[in-house]
């Protein structure tokens, strides 16, 4: 059974920082695309940023470009979303996602196939 399980959402104070984790377990992600994705109330799921196999191509939404970063631990099957400069407008529930096919890098939600639980994050203004 393949599960994603998220960690490191909380509550922060604008132009704060946090880091959230995402391990997987049940299956090899070492040649698929992760990614993160948030919805905030009353929204659609939108895209954050997704990173290939080799963490060699991230990509990111233009909300949060030059303010997140996206890395992996392939040996870990974990993916890591660096927050800075954190936004009131970026509370949401952050998603982790898996893509079940190898080397496709994509920002749609049709793109991923394994999806965690998710974690809140709120930034107080």
């Known amino acids: 059974q393949v599960q994603l399980v998220e960690s490191g959402g909380g509550l922060v104070q604008a132009g704060g920082s946090l880091r959230l984790s995402c391990a997987a377990s049940?299956?090899?992600?070492?040649?698929?695309?992760m990614a993160w994705f948030r919805q905030a109330p009353g929204m659609e799921r939108e895209f954050v940023a997704a990173?290939?196999?080799?963490?060699?191509?991230?990509i990111y939404a233009d909300s949060v470009k030059g303010r997140f970063t996206i890395s992996r631990d392939n040996a870990k099957i974990t993916v890591y979303l660096l927050m800075n400069s954190l936004k009131p407008e970026d509370t949401a529930v952050y998603y982790c996602a898996g893509d079940s096919l190898p080397y496709r890098l994509g920002a749609l939600t049709t793109h991923y196939k394994y999806w965690g639980q998710g974690t809140q994050v709120t930034v107080s203004s």
């Open positions: 990173i290939n196999y080799s963490g060699e191509k991230p």
């Open positions: 049940g299956r090899s992600f070492s040649s698929s695309t």
